[in-house]
């Protein structure tokens, strides 16, 4: 026999134990919920290593968990017949996780307040480490499907270290024992461990026994009528299907018949976790036929974007031997799919119609999602950009409009929908793009995020109408009223030829503007150069990379600071062309284009010094 070799928990490892231990105190039972699902998984895997391999350690042994508890000893057992680990998958699993895990858990703990939620746990990869909450010492044993895996014993009591020993005659799979502290011993008794299973833990789908007492009903709810299902069994299984700890947003339920027999049970859930830095989720829609699980991830199942859904699709319709592999690239799980997307995208439009302020709070914390189905999933574009929610020039601050609502309520000579991308609304607002639309009465969305501007690009119309920035050489308003006397038409064209020769640099076009209302000029972006706020993005990446953006100035014949330095390019061309450059800065400034603002503040300093003589 080996002597036992001792290991230190990797730093990520200490930290949630140092939480777990130190910081959770509400909702201790859940390391039995979190324990039981870890089991089930270990379950599901084997009946899939099943399938492919032909040399499993006791095969015969039957794919359930057992329960067993002892008051006396003050101990709670729980054993499965999964895959089991090696001894180097006792180091990898239960000695490290990976750091974003670690460091999102905390981060949710964190926002749950004082006391910590326990509950959590589950949602960042951690769960196993949840029993120290409750344990003096943890022992797995554990032997993995391999028929050459070795017997072993993995014992920690959360301190910093744990070891591992030879353990003759263990079974396949893991049996962990749970030595319970003094004030834990509550779960050593069968009435509590079997209330918690019945809370957490009745859709396992594989057998649980209690002390030799199957204590779970393995319940297809999916399969029921909508009117048999409480609320209460909805929330239930929500939470156990999603590992989740709040309460669904938003539940659809539904069976077809055609062009596919489907029995769907889907969930939004009430918190985006991927706000919580765990990167991207993984499908969270599992794939059944006839009750029997075929993938409970299937990535082509559902679009990428939707991937925050939670649930189960069962379709009699799939052939029970389908293999992960195949499903991929069968057509009968692609036109599952979009049966179930276009349900699900048809059913929120009408969630959203029906009650606008819940769907607008959800959608604050979802609206990544849809803009990346816009921008990704070009069989749903247009029903999702419905979906869509931004404030815009008619809404008060905090309020969203959706492009249906935009376009009913546009004027009848508007050709397009419009719309500009800025950091804020007051650095809208404070500029001079949105004038011109205010006097005309059209409405301005305001989109405030880098990634709008892309996902606007992948929708060049809705309803029949083009979107358009306010910002684009291509913006006709047709004809404006304007106040004030303009500078004659060959004064203007005379002043815009001296303008382009006296900036020369980064200035591709000057030309009169139509849309300018009180400001002196504003900056377009060409066709073909990147928008300001791609050119601040790629900026932040690759500095050095980046030239100095080539703009088309429009300038405003009526403002008496253009007729100002039309007087002055003959009298006085020095101070002229020191205007012309701050008329640019300043144009470049509201265009989210000024590289150098060092520059604006020393020509400043110059005028004041000519105004002061």
């Given amino acids: 026999m080996s002597t036992p070799t001792t290991h230190e928990f990797q730093a990520e490892v200490k930290q949630v134990l140092d939480i777990v231990i130190h910081s959770l105190y509400t909702d201790r039972e859940i390391f039995i919920r979190e324990l039981v699902s870890n089991a089930a998984d270990a379950l599901e895997k084997m009946r899939l290593t099943q399938l492919t391999e032909n040399d499993v350690f006791q095969s015969e042994a039957p794919l359930e968990i057992t329960i067993t508890t002892d008051e006396a000893a003050g101990t709670i057992t729980i054993a499965d017949a999964g895959i089991g680990m090696t001894r180097a998958e006792l180091v990898e699993n239960l000695g490290t996780i990976a750091h974003s895990g670690s460091k999102a858990f905390a981060a949710a703990l964190k926002n749950a307040g004082k006391g910590g939620d326990a509950s959590l746990i589950g949602q960042f990869g951690v769960g196993f480490y949840s029993a120290f909450m409750v344990a003096d010492e943890v022992k797995v044993y554990t032997h993995s499907w391999r028929n050459d895996g070795e017997h072993l014993c993995w014992t920690s009591t959360g301190a910093g270290t744990y070891t591992i020993d030879e353990a003759p005659d263990q079974a396949r799979g893991c049996k962990i024992v749970i030595t319970l502290k003094e004030d834990a011993k509550e779960f050593a008794n069968a009435s509590t461990v079997r209330r918690v299973l019945s809370k957490y833990s009745n859709f396992v789908g594989f057998p649980i026994q209690l002390d030799g007492e199957r204590v779970n009903t393995v319940e297809a709810i999916w399969l029921k009528s909508k009117d048999s299902v409480t609320e209460e069994e909805y929330e239930a299984f929500y939470k156990f299907a999603a590992h989740a700890f709040d309460k669904p947003s938003y539940r659809l339920h539904f069976q077809a018949d055609a062009p596919l027999v489907i029995n769907a049970l889907l969930f939004l859930p009430e918190q985006n976790m991927e706000l919580f830095g765990m990167g991207q989720m993984e499908p969270g829609v599992g794939l059944y036929c006839k009750k029997v699980l075929i993938d409970p991830h299937p990535p082509k199942l559902l679009p990428d974007w939707m991937r925050f859904v939670k649930g189960v699709i069962d379709s009699?319709?799939?052939?029970?031997?389908?293999?992960?592999?195949?499903?991929?690239?069968?057509?009968?799980?692609?036109?599952?799919?979009?049966?179930?997307?276009?349900?699900?995208?048809?059913?929120?439009?009408?969630?959203a119609q029906d009650d606008p302020k819940k769907f607008q709070e959800f959608?604050?914390?979802?609206s990544r999602f849809f803009k990346e189905g816009v921008a990704t999933d070009h069989a749903n574009r247009d029903a999702i950009a419905k979906l869509l929610r931004?404030?815009?020039?008619?809404?008060?601050?905090?309020?969203v409009v959706g492009l249906g609502d935009y376009v009913k309520?546009?004027?009848e000579d508007q050709t397009a929908i419009y719309y500009q991308v800025a950091p804020s609304r007051s650095s809208i607002e404070g500029g001079p793009y949105l004038e011109a639309f205010k006097s005309k009465g059209y409405e301005v969305l305001f989109l405030y995020e880098t990634i709008d501007e892309y996902v606007i690009s992948s929708?060049?119309?809705?309803?029949?109408?083009?979107?358009?920035?306010?910002?684009?050489?291509?913006v006709d308003l047709g004809d404006m009223a304007h106040e004030g006397e303009s500078l004659s038409e060959d004064a203007t064209s005379a002043l815009a030829g001296w303008l382009k020769e006296a900036l020369a640099e980064g200035v591709e076009e000057v030309r009169a503007g139509k849309r300018l209302v009180s400001a002196p000029a504003l900056a377009i972006t060409p066709e073909g150069e990147m928008n300001p706020q791609m050119r601040q993005m790629m900026k932040a990446m690759k500095p050095d990379e980046v030239t100095a953006p080539k703009i088309i100035l429009e300038i405003n014949p009526r403002h008496d600071l253009v007729k100002k330095v039309n007087g002055l390019r003959e009298n006085d061309s020095d101070l002229a062309k020191l205007l012309s450059e701050q008329i640019l800065d300043n144009a470049l400034l509201s265009a989210g284009l000024l590289d150098d603002p060092q520059r604006v503040v020393a020509r400043t300093e110059k005028i004041m010094a000519r105004v002061m003589a």
């Fill in 316 to 351: 009699e319709d799939l052939p029970l031997n389908i293999s992960r592999e195949s499903m991929q690239d069968s057509a009968l799980v692609r036109k599952l799919g979009e049966v179930v997307s276009k349900r699900l995208i048809k059913f929120l439009d009408k969630e």
């Fill in 363 to 366: 959608y604050a914390k979802f």
């Fill in 390 to 399: 931004f404030e815009s020039s008619l809404t008060e601050k905090g309020e």
């Fill in 409 to 411: 309520r546009m004027k």
């Fill in 459 to 474: 929708l060049p119309e809705f309803d029949g109408k083009k979107l358009q920035a306010v910002n684009s050489p291509d």
